[in-house]
């Protein structure tokens, strides 16, 4: 079976809860699509879960990318010929930008780690995609963290930057994909604030599966079946 999960934003047990719903075994695939990072309690537990798993493939979420780009600046060792020039107020300014948005746990536990980890970790995030493109049967599925920013049916999806596909929230009220066996599939935006009922449930119309269920503000962590198109949950322990 192959799986979909999105913005799990460190809630590493309500994480390892929807696996054992899901039976996840060795032979199922997982799609994270992008936020594993900040503002939950355990965000490097997470990555250091995840990244033992060979049948996780994680997509790049904004978050993800802010913690990439700072803690890149800051892993490197200050000596005397560097302490001048390495950080800039511009790096500053992104580190200060990144913890009011929910980073400061996240670089909280990672100054915490022993450098061969800090590495790997920084290693794993410059591993994740930008977006999965999934076939099966008859059904394609487009995997990216928040939308496509500036979309275009006939543009292929290398060719927009990583910003277009991080950052932009989709308008959920307008099919992309003509041929109605195509999906775009999203996190990013609560589905809160999609869903007419304001219920953190899956959201499925117009060609668009939304994910997120804003497990991290006391919703649920879902994951969806792409073989079945069913949808599991688990309630946020932050309730």
Known sequence: MIYVISDIHGCYEEFLELLIKIDFKDEDDLYILGDLVDRGPEPIKLLQDVMMRPNVYPIL??????ALTVLGRLNV??????????????DMLAYMHW????????????????????????????????????QIS??????????????QENRALEDYSAADLIFCRPDYSRRYYQNRNTYLIT???PTF????????????????????????????????CLDTQEAFYVDSHSK
């Open 138 to 151: 008859d059904k394609k599925y487009i995997l990216v963290h928040a939308g496509i920013h500036g979309f």
């Open 187 to 189: 996190g990013h935006t």
């Open 77 to 90: 060792e200050i000596t005397e010929e560097n302490v001048d020039s390495h950080l800039t107020s511009d």
């Open 193 to 224: 604030y999609i869903r007419q009922d304001r219920k953190a449930l899956v959201y499925q119309e117009h060609g668009h599966i939304a994910l997120d269920c804003g497990c991290v503000y006391g919703g649920r962590l879902s994951a969806y």
């Open 61 to 66: 979420g904004n978050h993800d990318y802010m």
């Open 99 to 134: 913890t009011q948005d929910g980073g400061a746990v996240t670089a909280k536990q990672f100054t915490k780690l022993s450098a061969a980890w800090r590495n790997d970790i920084l290693e794993y995030l410059e591993e994740f995609s930008v977006y999965e493109e999934v």
